[in-house]
């Protein structure tokens, strides 16, 4: 019994230590810059892959990638991205006001 209370102290003091070292976010608190960087790894991540395995294959996505056509059809995507980024930042605003003053009473 003894034991087991020392092991469950021990446990408690070892997350106490080590749970306020994570950097984590919640999803509302999170950059939108980070959220629109996401494609971006991965697409560089996949490159990368490619490339190692034949680099033809990655001159010609690096190619594809840089013509002017996708280009305009990438930068179209991050504006459109980014406005529903600021709406869905906007809506989670209200919310947290609605919860505020409606359900808490602040």
């Known amino acids: 019994m003894l034991q087991s209370r020392a092991l469950v102290i021990a446990l408690i003091l070892l997350l ?4 306020p070292e994570v950097q984590s976010k919640s999803l509302f608190e999170k950059d939108r810059r980070d959220l629109l960087a996401i494609p971006e790894v991965i697409a560089s991540y996949f490159y990368e892959a490619v ?18 056509s996708v ?17 869905f930042e906007q809506l989670i605003e209200k919310i947290k006001n609605l919860w505020y003053t409606r359900v808490l009473g602040y």
Request: aromatic letters at 2%; a positive charge; zero cysteines.
């Open 16 to 19: 106490s230590t080590t749970l």
């Open 51 to 68: 490339n190692k395995v034949s680099p033809k294959v990655g001159q010609f996505l690096l190619d594809t990638v840089q013509s002017p």
């Open 71 to 87: 280009i305009a059809a990438r930068q179209r995507i991050v504006k459109e991205a980014t406005k529903v980024s600021i709406m």
